[in-house]
């Protein structure tokens, strides 16, 4: 039997605010433990939650980039469960009434065609603290620092066929977030987690199998992996005369296997209900218009923009936009090259976007600037450079010696042009190879890539390409 | 509304009380009267009422994104149970 895969995500961006959804207390990553852990944080008797105002505008940020409805009127809720990472006994979140609804993201298919997957909502509650259980003699340690940092959890609708599909959806969202600026969409830091709803039926049916959920998919790779791996086992225990049961898994990935946590609770047994310590959250029209107003250009309209404007293929156009800083590295880069779009994306996605990869590094951390490397490629479209020179001059850049220029200048690169200079060059070689002229003019007429070696070489590479294979040619068949 | 003495386990589970087996009879009674007198409101039309959220008629006001609370980790932990390296401690918990 043919098996169809339904996979929905659910995914916790950390919103990038500087403090909690309900305190004053600083979000700052990697303080020492429990610094930041106030009296609210710590669910101490008599105090009372204040709600941070960007939290709501990041919220409504992504609500209008996923062209969702944004609620005039949202409610907080608790969810009761008890864990010693929640002092409280419940985490505030939402639940009837999120303040996103429904709304939408298209995603780009391998084979070129976009699908477009529904978003259900996308509500705002806080985080829970940090328990670690290696170290302490039969005790678990808490640090509450990331309680109540504030959380926005982005559930999709079961739109979604293929582990493939999964990851195009969450890298999409993941850009999304960071152009929007209202996550840093740190995997490793946890700003960004997934869990993953999978369930399996015979292709061709419209009803649902029974899903397990997967925890604990904090990397793009994890993702593709973990769903893969556990629509197999459904597959499987199917197949076998099984059933699956509705449960939670936990992703291990050094064993690339899932394993059942615990019966998943229903969930009514969360007993959530509105917490009488919040009033309901207005948000108004005029502040949606007015954050409206605040968005920046959003990646699918920044690539649609690099196609028309630039002339660059749907790939590139889709590379360059895939990051914010990206695209705005590469613009800065092709106003400083004069203009030379398609020269400016082959340099940007090539030669620097393999260098930073081979050192680590982030865009934002490249030891070229765009200004700089712009500067570069106009030497090579006055063709003071050749492009192979160039890229001798851009490691030099890289290793800090100076903008093209200078490097040009020091190292004295300058293309060679002088006709005169390159005739001489060019007799000398011919002088030197008598015998490759002669069976050059017996018809062996390859040997000119051999001539135009000798001449390149003898110019420390630094002869104009062109004019040495004009001149080469006339002479020898002269 | 009857409540079982199963439901009632299952309560006082969530809730993480620990009831005489005893007392069970008694919590169903009282827990199911409770619920009957509540119920009545079902039968109330509230066809044309808004649902209501919260008493106070009002919005939720906004707090600036500013941080205003200082680290007072010393005084907090001064009254925990214990504590070792910053970390609250808590009987080991294994999921």
């Known amino acids: 039997m043919e098996w169809e895969p339904v996979i929905g995500l659910e995914i916790h961006a950390q919103l990038a605010t500087r403090t909690k959804i309900f305190s ?32 709501v505008r990041f919220a409504v940020r992504l609500g209008l980039a996923l062209d969702a409805e944004v609620a005039g009127r949202s409610v907080f809720a608790r969810k009761n469960y008890f864990y010693p ?10 639940y009837e009434l999120p303040v996103v609804g429904t709304g939408h993201l298209d995603i780009d298919l391998e084979d070129g065609t976009t699908k477009r997957i529904g978003v259900t909502r996308a509500h705002l509650e806080e985080d829970a603290g940090k328990s670690l259980h290696e170290g302490f003699e039969a005790m678990t340690g808490i640090d509450l620092n990331r309680a109540g940092t ?40 946890g700003s960004f987690r997934c869990d993953a709803n999978v369930s399996v039926r015979p292709k061709g049916e419209s009803g649902f199998g029974t899903r397990a959920e997967l925890k604990n998919l904090n990397s793009f790779r994890f993702v593709e992996r973990a ?32 394993r059942s946590m615990r019966t998943k609770e229903e969930a009514n047994d969360y007993r959530y209900f509105p917490d009488p310590d919040l009033l309901p959250l207005e ?9 409206r107003g605040e968005l920046p250009e959003l990646p699918d309209a920044k690539k649609a923009r690099f196609e028309a404007d630039y002339g660059l293929p749907a790939y590139d156009a889709g590379v360059l936009t895939a990051s914010r800083e990206l695209a705005d590295y590469y613009e800065a880069t092709v106003t400083a090259a004069d203009g030379e779009a398609k020269l400016a994306a082959n340099w940007v996605m090539g030669e620097l976007s393999g260098a930073l990869n081979k050192a680590g590094l982030d ?17 090579i479209n006055d063709e003071t450079i050749s492009g192979k020179i160039a890229k001798d001059v851009f490691e030099a850049m890289w290793n800090g010696e100076g903008d093209a220029d200078t490097v040009i200048e020091s190292k ?23 015998t490759q002229l002669e069976q050059y003019r017996a018809g062996k007429t390859k040997l000119l890539g051999f001539f135009v070696g000798q001449v390149m070489k003898a110019s420390g590479g630094k002869a104009n390409p062109q004019q040495v294979n004009e001149i080469l040619r006339r002479k020898l068949d002269g | ?74 005084r907090f932990q001064a009254i925990a149970p214990a504590t070792e390296a910053g970390l609250y401690l808590v009987p080991r918990v294994i999921e």
């Open chain 1, 24 to 55: 004053g207390a600083s979000t700052a990553y990697g303080a020492e433990p429990n610094t930041q852990a106030c009296a609210v944080d710590l669910g101490l008797p008599g105090v009372l939650p204040v709600l941070n105002e960007q939290a």
């Open chain 1, 85 to 94: 990472d929640l002092p409280k006994g419940y985490q505030i979140s939402q």
């Open chain 1, 150 to 189: 504030p959380l926005l959890e982005i559930v999709s609708e079961p739109d979604l066929r293929s582990a493939k599909e999964a990851v195009a959806y969450m890298k999409k969202l993941h850009s999304l977030v960071r152009y929007l600026g209202i996550c840093d969409g740190n995997m490793q830091e």
């Open chain 1, 227 to 258: 769903i893969n791996h556990e629509i197999e086992r459904q597959i499987e225990l199917i197949e076998d005369g099984g059933e699956v049961v509705q449960e939670t898994r936990l992703y291990d990935a050094d064993k690339n296997e899932t």
């Open chain 1, 283 to 291: 948000v108004t029209r005029s502040l949606i218009e007015e954050i």
């Open chain 1, 363 to 379: 865009i934002t951390d490249s030891p070229v600037s765009a200004a700089d490397l712009g500067g570069l490629l106009c030497r």
């Open chain 1, 412 to 434: 004295g690169l300058k293309q060679v042009t002088d006709t005169g200079a390159i005739e001489a060059m060019v007799d000398e070689a011919i002088a030197a190879n008598p």
């Open chain 2, 1 to 74: 509304m009857s409540l079982d003495a199963s439901a009632v386990a299952h309560i006082a589970h969530l809730a993480r009380l620990g009831i005489d087996e005893s007392a069970v009879p008694d919590y169903a009674r009282n827990l199911s009267e409770i619920i009957d007198f509540v119920e009545q409101l079902s039968g109330v039309d509230t066809g044309d009422v808004e649902p209501l959220a919260h008493p106070l008629e009002m919005g939720q006001r906004l707090r600036p994104d500013e941080v205003s609370e200082t680290d007072q980790r010393e």
